[in-house]
């Protein structure tokens, strides 16, 4: 135990990120398909995350950002498409539409 503690070592017993801050908007957005555009359930590195579809898939389509989430790992959105939820992506493969 004493080296675990000289060496810091509980730091790499930390399973997930830890989110700092998550709160509801509402915006309008399009995809910017030249960066990584996967969709997780939750952003990777929390509780539940994995990989459900990709954002290319829906080309340039609009899409409704209903959260914003950012944890140790980054900023997010959780958008939507029509009534159909999804998923969290990163919050720079979106670029917001101004009215």
Not at 33 to 57: C, E, V, Y
């Amino acid at each position: 135990m004493d080296l675990i503690e000289q060496r810091n070592l509980q730091a790499y017993d930390k399973i997930y990120d830890t989110i700092i801050f998550r709160k509801n908007i509402q915006k309008v957005g399009s995809p910017v398909l030249t960066k990584d555009t996967t969709i997780w359930s939750s952003p990777p590195r929390t509780k539940g995350s994995k990989k459900t579809n990709d954002l290319a898939k829906y080309g340039t389509e609009k899409v409704e950002i209903v959260q914003e989430m950012r944890t140790e790992n980054g900023s997010w959105y959780q958008i939507k498409t029509g009534s159909k939820m999804l998923g969290w992506v990163k919050k720079d493969v979106i670029r917001i539409k101004t009215l």
